[in-house]
């Protein structure tokens, strides 16, 4: 049996009652309110206050405050008009059908806002791919620009080249004709010369035998392993690049095709990789919420690609939605699995964005420790080392703090 509020307070003006009722040391977030045109319900168990209103108030522009131990609402009358009270006077039929009217007007109330969110979440989501379609268009159109550029320069350019070989090939015929009329007129004089040069000539003359023969041409075919990891094969581990290869593999198959959106998709954008990409230039834009919406898609076909869910840590950092940015991080992490030369950058991003979500969150015990992490992934990173060093001061610093307090 609830204990009813008697010792509330109001005051009216011709367009606006001001109720106040006090909270009795209940907690904010137990405290129950449900307001319509005509009832008005605040329980705090154990305590219960109702009002079956003298007239009906605009419920829509209605507000409510709750804090400091009370609940003050301001309800809009809907006539401007002086109330003789705040409510009227009820049996107990009424009141039950009064408590049932409001019961079914707040649940409609909630469906059509639930609706209305609905509706809303699909046209961003809607908006967001026709924006990517758009990009994706305009880089399209610069690629084919691009292109016929380059054919028309390459086509100049060509042409300029065969009337240089045309020019040319004109000149030597000329030079060729010159030379037949030089060579007719001096005949007579070159017989005599050829006839006392013979001697000499002759002597200057070796048979083919008295060369050396040619050296022997051949090819010498060098073959070296296939590796598709950057190190050496004798510094390589084996079994964990072959675990981290068959895990890839099996993330690019793993494609949900049960998603409610594919319906408004085309084939090319129900693949993941173009999703991501989109999302990369949502990123580099500063459409850090397109990038999450397209990451978000990308991820609900295809649950196994770490690079998804370590992107969108970074769109949550930049929105400060860091318990996020460090639940997408760990995942990333848990997919970016045994470690191998070939996933060691995406790790060290992966460690970097969750210490920073966790130094924003001054957690800076856990920060210092994936950045840790991090550092012995890429030593040589000064900007790294820098930052690993920062948190460092920051923790001695707040540790002499507390000694000193």
Not at 290 to 298: E, F, I, Q, R
Not at 352 to 357: D, K, L, P, Q, W
Not at 369 to 386: R, S
């Amino acid at each position: 049996m609830p204990l009813f509020v008697t010792d509330y307070s109001w005051t009216q003006t011709d367009s606006t009652v001001c109720l106040s009722v006090p909270l009795k040391g209940a907690r904010v977030s137990k405290v129950d309110i449900l307001s319509t045109d005509e009832y008005l319900k605040v329980h705090y168990p154990p305590y219960l206050f109702e009002a079956f209103l003298f007239e009906p108030v605009d419920d829509d522009r209605s507000t409510a405050k709750v804090g400091d131990g009370v609940a003050v609402f301001s309800l809009p009358k809907r006539t401007n008009k002086v109330w003789e009270h705040l409510m009227r006077t009820t049996n107990d039929t009424e009141k039950m059908a009064v408590r049932e009217r409001a019961l079914l007007n707040y649940q409609e109330k909630l469906s059509a806002q639930s609706t209305s969110k609905a509706k809303k979440e699909h046209a961003e989501k809607k908006y967001a791919l026709q924006k990517m379609m758009k990009l994706e268009e305009e880089k399209i159109d610069s690629i084919y620009k691009t292109k016929d550029e380059e054919r028309e320069r390459t086509t100049a350019e060509l042409a300029a080249w065969q009337l240089r070989q045309k020019d040319n090939a004109e000149q030597e015929e000329q030079l060729k004709l010159h030379r037949d009329r030089q060579s007719k007129r001096g005949n007579g004089c070159s017989a005599v010369r050829l006839d006392q040069r013979g001697d000499s000539e002759a002597k200057s003359k070796r048979t083919p035998e008295d060369l050396p023969a040619p050296r022997l041409a051949g090819n010498i075919q060098v073959t070296f392993t296939p590796r598709l990891f950057p190190t050496a094969l004798r510094e390589s581990r084996v079994p964990e690049e072959e675990e981290w290869l068959k895990k890839e593999a099996e993330a690019r198959r793993a494609v949900n095709a049960d998603v409610e959106e594919l319906e408004d998709l085309t084939e090319e954008e129900r693949n993941p990789d173009w999703l991501k990409d989109k999302g990369d230039k949502c990123f580099v834009t500063g459409d850090h919420q397109g990038a999450v919406n397209a990451y978000s898609l990308a991820l609900r076909l295809n649950r196994r690609i770490p690079a998804l869910y370590s992107n969108r840590a970074a769109c949550h950092l930049k929105l400060k939605h860091l318990h996020k940015a460090i639940e997408d991080s760990s995942t990333a992490l848990d997919l970016l699995t045994p470690p191998v030369a070939a996933n060691a950058a995406a790790r060290a991003r992966a460690n970097v964005r969750r210490g920073s979500a966790f130094c924003q969150l001054q957690l800076y015990a856990e920060g210092l420790q994936d950045y840790q992490a991090a550092l012995q992934t890429d030593p040589h990173n000064q900007a790294l080392q820098a930052d690993t060093q920062s948190i460092r001061d920051i923790i001695q610093g707040t540790a002499a703090t507390l000694e000193t307090q």
